[in-house]
DNA sequence: TAGATTGTTAATCGATTAACAATC
DNA sequence: TAGATTGTTAATCGATTAACAATC
């Protein structure tokens, strides 16, 4: 990486997995070059947009050529830090932990998960792609062990404040969170929201919207 | 709702789940009344920031007491639409479908799971929590008989563009999309993505990030 | 070399924060 | 009435877009 600002904008963030995602449907496509416009439009960005979010990171591209597509996603893979692998484990097996628990993008990000965690007993000892289900009481133990640095909180939300003080306890680095709460933690542990009642609920709030709209036509 | 601005930004939006989320907090704790300020100290935002999103929709306050918990609460409910119904279809039944189907947000959102739809036929026949799994081939008809107005598209990204071909095609209104993919719809048909793969690979590039400047401390 | 397209600076736009008069 | 706090306007900040010199 040539250069590296330190203060990135979430913005800016956030929009380099789409990046990613469409340079890799490129290479799949056997596309080598792209300039900034043709990568917009099939984005729906501007190319400006494009052209100041890369080099946030660098200059990856050339004058009057573009950028070589291969090499764009493999300098993004590198900036997401998708080369470094992180060991993982769910707390909380329940429907969600478990589709979690078989979801293949684990593979591509870096992300191996290590092990499950519930306080049901019924469900503590199956396996889910050969990940045992532990008793949660196992947990603090398990993350030493096995050298954890992410958990990921599929819990209630009654029960996540307490998971995520029982993780933080043992240094873990990142939590993703499932469980529809925020959670109060360190200042150094980072903690990635996926909040499914709330994405509803914009859902629900555009449709309203919409049918407002169409009723005052 | 005294008055109703149309052009509302998505910033906004995407702040009413938490504001709604954490009167209901509010109301359960039996607190009646809030300033904006001591709303924006709980919540992480400025007062500003409260008055100025709530002004949107209408002046739910009163000057000199602040506003009544429930009664913004009810207000808030009222803009997102959680209290018309919206009738819902889950397409792809696999992990991921079946943990949607089971999830117990749909309740409080307005939307009612009526049915779901895969290709597998291993999958179809089976119920989960009283929904029957059927044949794909059944969707268009089913659309129409039980005035399905959503879909969630839970299938891979291959088959998601042609999953909601079919159902814009059929008048869907909206999509709730678990597809890592970007959908291409008619512009009135409603799309709101869940990009899990984007989420943890901005997880992954926030450790990586933390890392790279512990390193240079 | 001429044409294309980047990297980067400047201009614009939108969102957030501050300030304060209105008013309960 | 005096104090508190809103609703709303103005100021600031940050993010996006436009422009263009640098350069491949």
């Known amino acids: 990486m040539e250069k590296m600002r330190s203060n990135i904008s979430m ?8 990046y990613y995602r469409y340079l890799n449907d490129l290479v799949e496509k056997g596309v080598t070059r792209i ?3 043709e990568f917009g439009r099939i984005l729906g960005f501007t190319a400006s947009q494009i052209r ?4 946030c990171f660098g200059g ?5 050529y573009g950028y070589n597509v291969e090499e764009l996603r493999d300098e993004i893979a590198n900036i997401l830090g998708l080369n470094k692998t992180n060991n993982a484990i769910i707390v909380g097996a329940g429907n969600l932990g478990q589709a979690i628990a078989n979801y293949s993008g684990f593979r ?8 499950m965690f519930d306080i049901n007993p019924r469900l503590v000892g199956i396996s889910i ?11 603090s133990e398990f993350i030493k062990k096995a050298d954890i640095n992410v958990g990921i909180i599929c819990t209630p939300k009654e029960g996540a404040q307490e998971v995520a003080d ?3 306890g043992e240094r873990i680095k990142a939590i993703w969170n499932f469980a529809p709460t925020d959670l109060d933690v360190p200042e150094d542990v980072i903690v990635e929201n996926v909040h499914l009642s709330e994405s509803l609920m914009v ?3 555009l449709m309203n919207q919409r049918e407002n709209a169409e009723d005052n036509k």
């Open 35 to 37: 300039s900034s416009m």
């Open 166 to 168: 029982r993780l933080t």
């Open 129 to 139: 792609r050969d990940i045992k289900i532990m008793d949660i009481d196992e947990m």
């Open 108 to 115: 591509g990000s870096g992300f191996i998960l290590k092990g």
């Open 203 to 205: 859902l629900a709030y």
């Open 52 to 55: 100041q979010d890369l080099n």
């Open 11 to 18: 913005a800016v963030i956030r929009r380099l997995p789409k």
């Open 60 to 64: 990856f591209g050339q004058q009057g």
